[in-house]
């Protein structure tokens, strides 16, 4: 309450509610200005408050700057006189200077003397012993701060109850890793049964390959190749590389279908088990396995080029040109004999020797048709030197192509993987959610404790 101008003057109905806040305060506070604190409206309020409202109450004479301290002390008594006559009572007078107050905290730092002389220290002090030791304040403090404990416990165990829910979607999705994981592997422990069927591809090929070679390398075909450039070491590489290429690719895409139906199986048993324990809708695995699909060619994919790669590391070609070129020398070997020996017949028949000539014709027939055997002979050879090689080849072959086969089944199942993608998100959600709630809580935790010291 001040000693505002007007007061005195004001109607009955706003007397009224002045006067229901004044017997409502918990502290009335009455300012005098320093240049007359005698003005008889004040007094005259003064002296219509209650024995209560009057304990409840302190005097403060403003603009304390003004004047020096034996006038302050002067006045100060005479007020406490004055009240003690009106009243029966001696109040606390507080003699203060706003201006020097302010003048104390305009700096970044307070002006501990300046403060001291404002007079604010000793009513700060008076204040807060009234109001700290209401006992009414008090008792409603304590209920506000029940209540308020009672709120922020039952908020600490929804925020708990959520976290525990986070924990086992959690566990959860590990869980469903974890599944993900043991098949893949399980896939891994038919790894070695697998390659076994891709080196039987492979072998399968080489004897498609090789009957190629035994069609192609014909007598007729062998003498042949004295005159010309051999190309069928070429072209039987070719029909091997393009051969199991496409086989290999055709048991890969086999194997992909395998596995996708695998994750089909093992989604039958995660769909009821997201929506039980998410309460969320699953993908829906036909519609999802679009990227399942582009897993599945990339594998067949990955698998042919590595077969094509492997053939072509294992040199089949190379050894097969060396066999062919040294089967072509054992061949011009014959032919220059009978070409030697029909020479000889041919300069004899000049000479008039006929039945020499004639035995030399002979033998050029002979050389000749023994280089035909040997030439049929070296046929089947060949063609089985070359299926020995792709025998001995096909487990190197199998090697080769492992790593890939591995990778690829991999790279399917990260991506059979990304339909959890729904867990996930969810989790990230939910804990994104949960963090600022959770730091919320902690500020008003130690800002009830701060209030439960100062109560």
Known sequence: MSDTPGTNTLDYDLRMATARVVSDADLLLVVFPVENPWAASTWKVVANLSENQLRRSAFILQKSDTKDEVDLEVMV????????????????????????????????????????????????????????????????????????????????????????????????????????????????????????????????????????????????????SLFKQERLPSQVERALLDGVTKAVGGRADKDGEELVESCRIHWETVEPRIVDQLELRAPDFDRETDSLSGARERFVDRLGGAAREVVSRLRLRSGLELEMELRRSALKGYVAGALCALILAGVCGGLGWG?????????????????????????????????????????????????????????????????????????????????????????????????????
């Open 77 to 224: 008594g005479h007020i406490r006189s004055l009240a003690k006559q009106k009243t029966g009572l001696e109040p606390e007078v507080f003699p203060v200077s706003a201006k020097l107050a302010i003048e104390a905290k305009k700096g970044e730092e307070l002006v501990s003397h300046i403060w001291q002389r404002s007079g604010y220290p000793a009513l700060e002090a008076f204040v807060s012993r009234r109001l700290s030791g209401n006992f009414e304040r008090r008792r409603v403090l304590q209920e506000v701060y029940d209540s308020t404990e009672v709120m922020l416990g039952r908020i600490e165990e929804k925020i708990q109850e959520r976290r525990e829910k986070l924990d086992r979607d959690e566990r959860f999705l590990r869980e469903l890793e974890s599944e993900v994981e043991h098949r893949r592997e399980g896939q891994s422990k038919f790894l070695s049964e697998r390659l076994a069927g891709l080196g039987a591809v492979f072998l399968g090929e080489g004897k498609k390959a090789a009957d190629r070679l035994g069609r192609k390398f014909s007598v007729r075909h062998e003498f042949v």
């Open 355 to 455: 039945g020499m000539a004639w035995v030399f014709v002979g033998v050029a027939v002979l050389v000749i048709l023994l280089g035909g055997f040997r030439a049929m002979t070296m046929r089947d050879s060949l063609c089985e030197e070359f299926m020995q090689r792709v025998e001995d080849s096909r487990q190197e072959f199998a090697d080769g192509v492992s790593e890939d086969y591995k990778e690829g089944v991999r790279e399917f199942f990260v991506e059979y993987g990304e339909l959890f993608e729904i867990v996930r998100r969810r989790i990230a959600e939910q804990r994104g959610a949960l963090e600022p709630q959770s730091e919320r809580w902690s500020d008003l935790f130690l800002e009830l404790k701060g209030i439960e010291q100062e109560i």
